[in-house]
């Protein structure tokens, strides 16, 4: 894989392509705080890697290659992002800490959240995720957690 700056430029370049349909090295400067002179300098280093079509003074598209890697970085984004607000993050949080992390977590790592994520999409507000906000935001556990329940026919989900 390429390194975390790459990952980021790629990520800019393609949310840039993606509201205007290419993306202007000042376009692409301004998303990531850079100047245009290190954004210039970027594209063709991402070019010549063959991540995005770089044409001086005309602008830059992703390449197949780069296309592949922005679209799975924005994948992990998007599940760290709702895990962390699964687990009660406000959303600018979770977004700013989904973006630290998803260059660094392995895809087992990123599979096994991506599969609890999905797990918890078909749940309308399980006992013990109420429970752990609970326990996270007063420090009260619950005093019989698991599958201990005053009702045996009640479900814990």
């Known amino acids: 894989m390429v390194g975390t700056r790459y990952e980021e430029y790629l990520e800019a370049i393609h949310a840039v392509v993606k509201e205007k349909g290419y993306a202007k090295v000042s376009d692409v400067a301004v998303r990531m705080e850079v100047t245009q002179a290190a954004t210039t300098q970027m594209a063709r280093r991402l070019s010549a890697d063959g991540f995005?079509?770089?044409?001086?003074?005309?602008?830059?598209?992703l390449t197949d290659?780069?296309?592949?890697?922005?679209?799975?970085?924005?994948?992990?984004?998007?599940?760290?992002?709702?895990?962390?607000e699964i687990l009660g993050m406000d959303p600018e949080t979770a977004d700013d800490e989904a973006c630290k992390i998803e260059h660094v977590?392995?895809?087992?790592?990123?599979?096994?959240?991506a599969s609890f994520v999905d797990f918890m999409r078909t749940r309308e507000n399980?006992?013990?995720?109420?429970?752990?906000?609970?326990?996270?935001?007063?420090?009260?556990?619950d005093p019989c957690p698991g599958s201990c329940n005053d009702d045996p026919e009640a479900s814990n989900d």
Do not use: D, I
């Open 105 to 113: 977590a392995r895809p087992e790592t990123m599979e096994l959240l």
């Open 65 to 84: 290659r780069g296309m592949e890697v922005a679209e799975t970085l924005l994948k992990r984004h998007e599940v760290l992002q709702e895990f962390f």
């Open 52 to 61: 995005v079509n770089y044409e001086p003074n005309s602008g830059m598209t």
């Open 126 to 141: 399980p006992k013990w995720l109420e429970n752990f906000k609970k326990y996270h935001r007063e420090g009260v556990m």
